[in-house]
């Protein structure tokens, strides 16, 4: 994985949910401010920035800040 | 990005930057993106309280880069997800209540008549929550036109109800408003452009108006603004009216039949303007649908100062647009609250913007704009009547042949009573500034409401003032002492709480209190109060009637009619 992809996603995570992460994982389940209305919050946010759209299976499958690198690399890559 | 107040430390051309961003915000819909970005801090804090059965806190996020052009932000509190609303009979002290509704809900179990029946009695029981002085707004849905009439019927019928125009924005964004995936995540139906737009019809449409935002009359300046070049160079026949300068001039036409004034600013020889206006029948608007034209080499901030005269109206009221950044500049540092949009030299930025500019809205038809814009142009003659008739006011009276029509207690009035209520500034008393409800209910049998419509020989001022009162026992309250500005100076008011006093001893009344606040514009009627009762705001019937005996000689032609139990 690119680091950077993921120092992107955290910075823009940070932004939308208007908190200060700590290093390391960051899950749904640990961070309350990830609710589910935030959750789309926080799609919306990250499609604008990478220019691309999530699918609801995709939006879904997203637990954490890892599921949601490994979406948005698989979208990147799959339009490259 | 405030349009009437604030300075930026960078000067004048990091002012202009910003005024052109400005004008682009407001003429294009923002991406969802740049207003995620925006971080608002201070401003007038507007409190909402939701009551929901669909996610608002989509659109919500996007209110505040809208509300800060008006030096606003939002705070808000939801009910629960409740499809039958039925936290709408919580009490708050919000200035606005919203009801969003997802009516996918209800029309799956109920007609439109019937759905929108039931929102009459949820709009009814958030009125009632409210006090009756906080607005209810309720919104409609993209592509249901069988239950978006429903629905304006049962707001148009509900004083103090508004629409938010789903239907309405989505149109105008020309795009699909609903996005599937957005639904099935977090059951928000809506795509996020449509969020942003929903966003922006609420904070920069409705809510100005609804919280007293409200712009009387648009400024402009001709070169470069109406029109494409310069007229003391180019001639009448050398300045382009391009596309973007007609959709201005047709926006600038629609707002002065909903009752918006429109004034000209410019610095040009007037008889070059006037010959431009005779010659161009490509310019969609006449030089006699301004109600003030100040046309000249006066300095522009002194010209908005007798536009303001002219006009009768505080330049907060006002909007002066111009091409120029200085002249905006130093307009409103002359002018303290005016409202500035700096003009695209192509018109199409200026049209598109004012579609959004807060405080231009119609929120309600307004019952007096046909008759505004003549009726100030005859103050111009008026004056010239009293010019000639020096110091003796009654001949001056006498020459206006004026015909005063008064009514009691006609309920069909009150929508212009809430109008007069919040648009008086000079002449009005009390500064109750009632809600819709509130002007509906004060045609109740505790009450006493008179209005009054004038018309003499230059023309028809229409409804131009009322007074309230709450009457108890012997006792009557005045709420309300309203005048439009437009007719100050005819006594018409004078006349009218003498007529007043009349249907008060008819009810019984001994004693009458005057709701008297002070505000910083209403000085006018004050001092009136003043000169009648100079010991107070209260008195005996019998001792205002006295005082009031002189009005029996004005020599207007008074006709009066009683409605409703006060006629029996």
Redesign the interface.
Known sequence: MDPKLNERLRALLA??LEVTLAPGEVTRASLAQWD??N???V???VE??FSL????DE??SIASLADLETVVAGKLAAAA | MNLSSGSMAGGVEDEIASWQATRRFLATLPRAADLRKARIRGGRVLRLRCDRSLPFEYVAGFLDPFLATWGARHEIEYSGYDPGLTGVETRSTADLRILFLDWRLHLGQLSPEDAARWARTRLQAALRAGEGRAPVLINDWPDCDALNRELRQVVQATPGALLIGAHAVAQEMGTDPFDARNDAVSRFPFSNQAAVALARHLALDLFPPLTGERIKAVVLDLDDTLWKGVLGEDGAAGIRVLPGHQRLQEKLRRLKERGVLLAVCSRNDPTDVERAFAARSDLGLALNDFASVRVGWTPKAQALGDIARDLNIHPSAMLFIDDNGAELARARAAHGGLRILLADPEGAETAAALGHFPGLFPVAADVAAALRTADIQANREREKLRGTAGANLAAYLAALKMQVEINVGRRSDAPRLYELSQKTNQFNLGLARISPAQAAEAFGAKSLVMTVSLKDALSDSGLVGAIVAAVEGKVATVREVVFSCRVLGRDIETLALWRFCGRLAARGVAEVRFAVAEGPRNKPARDWLARILPEGTQASLALLTARLQGAQGHPAAITEVVHGPEAE
């Open positions: 932004e939308v589910s209305l959750h789309l919050r799609v919306v946010a604008e920035e759209r999530l699918e609801v939006v879904t």
